[in-house]
């Protein structure tokens, strides 16, 4: 019993941004639970390399390649989804992107571009997994957020207004949502060994800043967030909803 609280077998899942970092990590962990995964990225030799580390079978995965803040693309990639599966259980919001710049120095075309990805997407996708979700009454959302979003820090702004919108998209969806048996929750990571790790580490004095001010004094790993992403889309978190889950090494706490 403890263990189907935490399976997610015969589970339809959607997953953004599941080329890279936390996004595949969640796909090979939710496979690997039983789950048939419905994937969405850009760049389709990533899908090539996800390939070669997991040996999927046909009748349990749909890719797709495609843009997320493109919202045509986005609702024929959720019919697609619907056409060979038949239902949508779980949809992990995970696609973004990001830039460190000064507010001042930021471009309008810029702004919209991180807004685009970050938050319009995400809109997109609620909307139209939610539509399927409010008929049969049941489904997880869980979105992927950043301290960021919480807390703020400089030379991010574009991209802390974005994720900072998507954890109030999720409160209200949360509500609204609720009577239709739908969990809607945010997990907000910290400093995690991503695609941008190594380029991040060459600036020594912000890299040596994020350990001092991590109380666990590290980075965490993409596995660590898509182990939240798995108990935010299994029967585990039923009685949770709204909620905005830290996995920052502590970050948050002080």
């Keep these: 019993m ?18 890279k ?3 595949r990590e969640t796909a090979k962990l939710f496979y690997a639970s039983g789950a048939k995964l419905a994937l969405i990225t850009r760049d389709n030799n990533d899908f090539q390399t996800l390939k070669k580390e997991v040996k999927f079978k046909n009748d349990r995965v749909l890719f797709f390649c495609g843009d997320v803040s493109n919202e045509k693309e986005v609702i ?27 507010f001042l120095d930021i471009t309008t075309e810029e702004w919209n571009r991180v807004i685009n990805n970050n938050l319009n997407s995400v809109y997109y996708f609620c ?4 539509q399927h979700m409010v ?5 997880k959302i869980v979105n992927i957020a950043s301290i ?60 040596k800043f994020t350990i001092d001010r991590t109380p666990q004094k590290k980075w965490g790993s993409s596995f660590d967030i898509a182990n939240a992403c798995l108990f935010l889309s299994t029967e585990a978190s039923k009685y949770i ?14």
């Design 21 to 23: 970092g936390i996004g």
């Design 76 to 102: 024929r990639f959720v019919k697609n989804t619907l056409d060979k599966f038949g239902k949508i259980d779980v949809l992990i919001n995970n696609a973004g992107m990001r830039f460190r710049k000064d």
């Design 135 to 139: 008929a049969t009454k049941r489904g």
């Design 148 to 207: 960021v979003g919480t807390l703020g820090l400089g030379g991010l702004t574009a991209y802390g207004a974005s994720k900072g919108g998507m954890i109030t998209l999720t409160k209200c969806l949360a509500i609204e949502w609720a009577r239709y048996n739908i969990n809607v929750n945010t997990i907000a990571p910290g400093f995690c060994e991503t695609s941008y790790a190594e380029k991040f580490k060459k600036k020594t004095d912000l890299y």
């Design 127 to 130: 909307r139209e997994v939610g």
């Design 2 to 19: 403890q263990q189907e609280q935490f399976s997610l077998k015969d589970k339809i899942c959607i997953i953004t941004g599941s080329g």
């Design 241 to 254: 909803t709204g909620e905005t889950l830290s996995v920052d090494g502590g970050w948050s706490a002080w």
